[in-house]
C-alpha cells in the first residue's frame, strides 16, 4: 500500500522554536507539497518540489521554509513558531500533478 | 493569485438524498478537476476527477457535473448515506504545472 508518512501525529511547541515537521513518501513521486488546513480556508499550498533540492513558493511561504534533501522526504521548517502558525499541515506527494496522495496530518499547536 | 471557491461551506442531507457541491474558478488553464474527500482524522484522499473535454463523469453514486463555459464544476452524491459525512474539497490543477489550488472545503453531514 502506498504512503505518505507524516512523523507527528500531533506537536506542542512553544512561541519562537525552531520546529521540524516531516514527511516520507515510498511511491518515487518526484512532486512534494506542504499545505495547512485551517477551517473555513481550505488548503493553503505553502512549499512545493517538483525535485530533489529543488523548491517553490506556494501561496503562504512567510514564516516557513523547506529542505528536500532527498527524493523520498520532504521538511517544512518554522523558522521561530508563533500562535498564528497553530493549524493542521498536509503532506502530499504525485508524480504528476494528477493524482495526490495525502499524509494524515500533523495539528500543530504553538503556545 | 489563482483561486477556487466552493459553497456551500456546511451542508446537512437526510439519508437517501442528493448532496450538492459547488465550485468556480477563473484561471482557464486548468487541466484537471479533482474531488477530495477526507474523514475526521485522515488526510484527504482523491475521490473523482475530470478534464474539462467531458461535461459529465459518473463513478458510483458521484457524479462530477462540469461547465466549461461558466467555468463552474459540482459533485453530486446520489442516495447519500451517513457514511458520506465527510469534509469535501475541489481543486484545479494548472496546465503548467503539477500543483493544485483547493478550495475552501465543505463539512457534509448525512442524518439517518
Known amino acids: 500500500d502506498v504512503k505518505v508518512t507524516q512523523s507527528s501525529r500531533y506537536l506542542v511547541k512553544r512561541t519562537g522554536e525552531k520546529v521540524f515537521l516531516e514527511c516520507v513518501q515510498d511511491?518515487?513521486?518526484?512532486?512534494m507539497f506542504w499545505y495547512r488546513q485551517d477551517p473555513g480556508l481550505g488548503l493553503r499550498l505553502i512549499y512545493f518540489s517538483y525535485d530533489v533540492k529543488m523548491k517553490e513558493k506556494g501561496d503562504i511561504p512567510e514564516g516557513y521554509s523547506v529542505s528536500r534533501e532527498k527524493k523520498e522526504r520532504f521538511s517544512l521548517i518554522l523558522e521561530s513558531a508563533s500562535t498564528n502558525q497553530t493549524s493542521m499541515y498536509l503532506c502530499?506527494?504525485?508524480?504528476?500533478?494528477?493524482?495526490?496522495?495525502f499524509g494524515s496530518g500533523t495539528r500543530l499547536t504553538v503556545v | 493569485q489563482q483561486q477556487v471557491k466552493q459553497s456551500p461551506q456546511s451542508l446537512i442531507v437526510q439519508k437517501g438524498g442528493i448532496s450538492i457541491i459547488n465550485c468556480a474558478y477563473e484561471n482557464t488553464a486548468f487541466d484537471y478537476f479533482p474531488w477530495y474527500q477526507q474523514f475526521p482524522g485522515k488526510g484527504p484522499a482523491l475521490l473523482i476527477a475530470?478534464?474539462?473535454?467531458?461535461s459529465e463523469k459518473k463513478e458510483g453514486r458521484f457524479t462530477i457535473s462540469f461547465n466549461k463555459s461558466a467555468k463552474q464544476f459540482s459533485l453530486h452524491i446520489m442516495d447519500s448515506q451517513p457514511g458520506d459525512s465527510a469534509t469535501y474539497f475541489c481543486a484545479a490543477k494548472d496546465n503548467q504545472g503539477g500543483k493544485l489550488i483547493f478550495g475552501q472545503g465543505t463539512e457534509l453531514s448525512v442524518k439517518p
Open positions: 511511491m518515487d513521486h518526484e512532486n
Open positions: 502530499a506527494s504525485s508524480r504528476s500533478g494528477y493524482g495526490y496522495t
Open positions: 475530470i478534464r474539462p473535454d467531458v
